[in-house]
């Protein structure tokens, strides 16, 4: 059984930092586009950040850019999103995702083939 566990999700204050982690299960994921998607209330799921298996190519959405990196640990089943100068536009329960033969770029417009629970991220202002 496959299994996308996030961690690190809270509250913080405008301009604060979280960082979250996602580490996956299951099966091997050598080759996978691995990202970050959220949710904000009465909105629809959107694009985050995602990262190549190799951790050579990262993509953003224009939202986080400059605000957010995502990064992947050695072994390749973990992954991260450091969350820099929060807004609270930014609060969504954010879901970690992951899809086999992707690149950073196309993992934005493609629907995963896993997903995490989510975990809520909530910025006060």
């Known amino acids: 059984q496959v299994l996308l566990e996030e961690s690190g999700g809270g509250l913080v204050q405008s301009g604060g930092s979280l960082r979250l982690s996602c580490t996956a299960s299951g099966r091997t994921f050598a080759n996978y586009g691995m990202g970050w998607f959220r949710q904000a209330p009465g909105k629809e799921r959107e694009f985050v950040a995602a990262?190549?298996?190799?951790?050579?190519?990262?993509y953003y959405a224009d939202s986080v850019k400059g605000r957010f990196t995502i990064s992947r640990a050695n072994a390749e089943t973990t992954w991260s999103l450091e969350m820099n100068l929060l807004k609270p536009e930014d609060t969504a329960i954010y879901y970690c995702a992951a899809r086999g033969l992707t690149s950073a770029r196309a993992m934005a417009a493609m629907t995963p083939d896993y997903w995490g629970q989510g975990t809520q991220v909530t910025v006060s202002s």
């Open positions: 990262i190549t298996w190799a951790g050579d190519s990262t």
